[in-house]
């Protein structure tokens, strides 16, 4: 069967368990699905977040994300793997991305997913502004991001 793919940007939340039902229907070759959920924290540290604000470029995010979905398609025998981003207002608590990988075993889809989020946190042409009680201001990027994402560049 061919590799099912779906990249989404969206606004609107999503459901983990109806993605994970889109992915793996009628399918008989999916021995694992990993998932991967990342949430908007309430606190940074000591400090409250009221809640983040993601940007992207519309096009240009969808097809980087693409980018690496080939690869990693290339590097793991994946049977489908989706990649959810939310942009706009995000409270705490509420979702932010979704990362599901599929294969006919957990190692590859681990490794996949795995991939997939260091990319996504170091790389994806995302911004994202912080609010807090003392006012607001953009997150920069964290060299233990970077330093994830370089791993799977080594030989």
Same mark, same amino acid.
């Given at each position: ?17 109806? +993605?994970?039902?889109? *992915?793996? +229907? $009628? ?14 924290? $309430? /606190? ?7 809640? &983040?604000? =993601?940007?992207?470029? %519309? ?18 025998? *994946?049977? $489908? &793997?989706?990649?959810?981003? /939310?942009? $706009? ?10 990362? =599901? ?14 991939? *997939?989020?260091?990319? &996504? ?9 912080? +609010?807090? %009680?003392?006012?607001?201001? #953009? ?12 791993? #799977?560049?080594?030989?």
């Amino acid at each position: 069967m061919a590799v099912t793919v779906t990249i989404r940007i969206q606004e609107a939340d999503f459901d983990i368990g109806r +993605e994970i039902a889109a *992915l793996t +229907e $009628g399918r008989i070759d999916i021995g694992a699905v990993v998932t991967f959920s990342g949430i908007c924290r $309430g /606190r940074e540290g000591d400090e409250a977040i009221a809640a &983040l604000t =993601l940007e992207h470029y %519309p096009g240009m995010a969808e097809a980087e994300i693409a980018r690496h979905a080939e690869t990693a398609n290339s590097r793991w025998p *994946l049977t $489908g &793997l989706t990649v959810i981003h /939310r942009v $706009g207002r995000i409270q705490p608590g509420e979702n932010i991305v979704l990362v =599901l990988t599929a294969s006919a075993h957990r190692q590859a889809a681990f490794e996949a997913a795995e991939f *997939l989020m260091d990319y &996504l946190k170091a790389n994806a042409p995302f911004w994202k502004r912080e +609010e807090k %009680p003392t006012g607001t201001s #953009w997150v920069d990027a964290h060299s233990h991001d970077d330093d994830a994402a370089a791993r #799977w560049t080594r030989s």
